[in-house]
């Protein structure tokens, strides 16, 4: 609002007169100061009509701060954020009660004088000089408004805040003649709304609506006379009168406003004397802001939904301005947050993960289709104590949004991202690899630069020794073979897997590009649960890739509809890719590493695990046609702890697996969000039988022989094999291999890139089940 001179008023003689003579007063009251009237401006006599003209004649007020509320997507309360814990009330929200006493113990004449009251400062005179020292200020309720809007617009300014409030004649004859614009602007009615809704009640309550739900937990529209006479006390001195400091001292100065409203007619001397005899009768609400006060634990997805806003132009063209936007509040923000599916996230992490564990889950749920982040949530809560296991850190999303560490190596759930590029690139979907135990990758795999060289002589190897190839696509995706990953990145190329999860919205955590090295689609990048749990949706909406969103609407205090990032879809692989992707998925957990996570409800479910050197990072990353679930166990931290002979949720585990501990923690979870939901299945693909011989292979080199070999020539080898069994070993989920049968057979020389934890690979591979 902004307060401008119009035509008529005062002339400038009558404002160089008031000037003069309130000067002389005014100066008087300044505790501590002893001013001359004009002196104190530097305005010689003769001056002194031009110099007050000078003075701005304008105020502008800025948009008073306010709490702003977070709520999910059926609109419930997640936490409700502020600078200043503020709600704007017209004055018919108020209590008349509350206008009575605060015009009473503020400004008993304030119906009666403009915006200076002369006879006010002669009693303030009187009082302070029988006392010898200051006990009563002269400022009106309109100058006390005026003040108040200069320190709302200096905020938490230090330099601003101090020039607002200092102690000279200079600042008090400015906010004279303010108070003369405002009186001349707005109405007595609009100045005491005004001043209700600006004014700070102690305990982090500004406004008489943030002051009333706090001491009472009531609105303002229902305060009593009790309630209104304490309330109103405490405004000269919010510490001093602090009820809950000294209950003694708020007791006497509430009965002092009592005595105030029956001097002044707004109640008999017998309600006065009635009310005196009450307690304070406080129902003191605690100040609950932030996002550490979120409820069903959601306290991460609350952090994320405010550096949705920070880091969005659309509100601020610099992250100051919309900083500046975030403090002013009065914003209500209806999110995309499932509270049934937050629920049972919570519920699948509290039976699997405890918050004092030596390691850590996180799970993210995203929507096929429309990218809204429907859940999310921790093991180790949202808080500041670390004594109790809290933290602030996001373990779900990038680190610019306030994650940890860049992301997590994602191990074999990267896997499918290699397969879907090389689908793309025109791989049969019978496709043999001779998929040794341990492999040396080979010189010249191609990337989008310069081809990739094995100049550290690197090695990968599969989970256990009895997992010797060849392996058909179908087995080695449920037994996640990680030799015949390493074949396929080898044959199709880095550049085209790195374009598809490009395609597909994956980055690395710190939001960079992916790194270029064959052992990527072993999982050695480091990518946020979010990221993945997003481009699994990719596969689940059938190649169509849409960004995450968090936010539906804002409104602002005015009703008004604010922008919003909307998601922003793309095709990033044909329908028929998605779809193989999907049945191949499908068949990880039904019979794959990921059986102990697959959905026992008859829902088309499909999905992933991985497992990163020495069981530092567990992964499940799966879903349905409808939801899309991310589940992280590993360290948060930079030390990270092998997950072997540990206790982690009260169960001890020899090893930790992808389908192991991540796997029951995504089928709870999922189990859990999607209950009453519809059931829609996949559009499968019927995939070939390839004819694989292991016996007759089993004499080549490298076959059953950890020692491994380096395969020569792409296509170099065909063969035509007969029937034979494999013991595919003990994998995540407990399972055997079965009977292969017999095929083609393409050879090929394996490349490969850096890896993890190991080097030359006798530390274990990145990208076990």
């Known amino acids: 609002m902004a307060y ?24 008087t009251l300044l505790a501590g100061i002893t001013l001359p009237a004009v002196g104190a401006l530097g305005l010689a006599a003769k001056g002194t009509v031009e110099g007050f003209d000078e003075l701005p004649a304008s105020i502008q007020q800025p948009p008073l701060s306010q709490r702003s509320v977070i709520l999910d997507k059926d609109g419930g309360l997640i936490a409700a954020v502020y600078d200043r814990d503020r709600t704007v009330v017209p004055i018919d929200k108020v209590a008349p009660a509350m206008q009575q006493a605060i015009v009473a113990i503020e400004d008993e004449r304030y119906y009666k004088h403009g915006a200076v009251d002369l006879k006010g400062i002669l009693r303030a005179l009187n009082a302070n000089r029988q006392a010898g020292s200051v006990k009563e200020g002269a400022s009106t309720l309109t100058q006390q408004y005026v003040k108040n809007i200069a320190m709302e617009e200096a905020g938490e300014d230090p330099a601003k805040l101090a020039e607002a409030t200092k102690q000279t004649l200079g600042r008090k004859i400015k906010e004279l003649k303010l108070a003369i614009q405002v009186e001349q602007e707005l109405t007595k009615k609009q100045i005491l709304e005004g001043y209700l809704n600006i004014a700070f009640f102690g305990n982090q309550a500004y406004g008489i609506e943030a002051a009333a739900r706090r001491y009472y937990s009531k609105p303002a529209s229902k305060l009593t006379i009790t309630e209104s006479a304490m309330l109103a006390g405490i405004v000269q001195s919010p510490s001093e009168f602090n009820p809950l400091a000294d209950d003694e001292q708020a007791l006497a100065r509430r009965n002092r406003v009592l005595d105030r409203m029956a001097k002044n007619h707004y109640i008999t001397a017998a309600q006065a004397t009635t009310a005196k005899k009450k307690g304070l009768g406080l129902k003191f609400s605690a100040p609950r802001n932030g996002c550490i006060t979120a409820v069903k634990g959601a306290g991460f997805f609350c952090d994320y939904v405010r550096e949705t806003f920070l880091q969005n132009p659309m509100y601020g063209k610099t992250p100051e301005a919309r900083q500046k936007r975030w403090a002013q509040g009065g914003l209500t923000i209806r999110t995309t947050l499932d509270p049934n599916a937050q629920d049972a996230i919570n519920r699948s992490i509290k039976e699997h993960v405890y918050q004092s564990d030596k390691v850590a889950t996180a799970v993210t749920m995203v929507e096929p289709g429309t990218g809204k982040i429907i859940g999310m949530g921790q093991s180790r809560p949202y808080g500041l ?107 199709y190329g880095i550049c085209p897997v790195a374009e598809m999860a490009e395609r597909m919205g994956v980055r690395r955590g710190d939001g960079k590009k992916l790194s270029q090295v064959p052992t990527m689609t072993l999982g050695v990048n480091d990518i946020s649960p979010l ?30 509809k604010l922008g919003v990032p909307k998601t922003q879809c793309r095709r990033a692989m044909e329908e028929k890719t998605a779809d193989t992707i999907n049945t191949l998925l499908k068949g990880v957990t039904t019979d794959g590493t990921g059986a102990l996570a697959g959905l026992t409800d008859g829902r088309d479910n499909a999905g992933k695990t991985g497992t990163t050197d020495e069981r530092k990072n567990a992964w499940f ?47 709870d979870a999922m189990a859990g969000a999607l209950e009453g939901k519809p059931s829609p299945d996949f559009t499968l693909v019927p995939l070939p039988k390839p004819k694989v011989d292991k016996d007759k292979d089993k004499d080549r080199p490298g076959n059953g022989n950890p020692g491994g070999l380096t395969i020569g020539g792409i296509g170099g080898t065909d063969g035509s094999t007969s029937v034979g069994t494999l013991d595919g070993g003990t994998t995540d989920g407990g399972l055997t291999g079965g009977t292969l049968d017999g095929g083609t057979l393409d050879g090929g020389t394996l490349d490969g890139g850096t890896t993890t934890d190991g080097g030359n690979g006798k530390g274990g591979t990145t990208g076990f089940p």
Not at 5 to 23: D, E, M
Not at 433 to 444: E, L, R, V
Not at 532 to 540: C, L, S
């Open 4 to 27: 401008k001179r119009p035509g008529g008023g005062l002339t400038t003689a009558q404002q160089a007169v008031k000037f003069l003579g309130v000067s002389v007063l005014a100066g």
């Open 385 to 491: 104590s670390k004594k109790n296991h809290e933290t602030t850190i996001n373990y779900s999303v990038d680190y610019k949004m306030g994650g940890s560490n860049y992301g997590f190596q994602t191990g074999s759930t990267f896997k499918p991202i290699t397969a879907a590029a090389s689908i793309e690139e025109g791989m049969p979907l019978n496709k043999v690899y001779p998929s040794p135990n341990k492999m040396t990758w080979k010189d010249g795999i191609s990337t989008c630069g310069k081809d990739w060289n094995n100049e550290s002589n690197e090695t990968t190897q599969n989970e256990t020794v009895t997992e010797v190839g060849p392996y058909s696509l179908e087995e080695a995706t449920k037994k996640s073979i990680n030799t015949y990953f390493a074949g396929m990145i080898s044959e």
């Open 531 to 560: 990221t993945m749990a997003n481009a699994y949706a990719t596969f689940a909406n059938r190649g169509v890739y849409c960004t995450p969103v968090a936010i539906d609407s804002i409104t602002d205090a005015n009703g008004k």
């Open 621 to 667: 990353v799966g879903y349905t046609p409808n939801l899309s679930a991310a589940v992280w166990v590993g360290s948060p931290g930079t030390k990270k702890i092998p997950m072997v002979n540990i206790s982690i949720g009260g169960r001890y585990y020899p090893k930790v697996f992808g389908g192991g501990v991540p796997g029951p923690i995504w089928r």
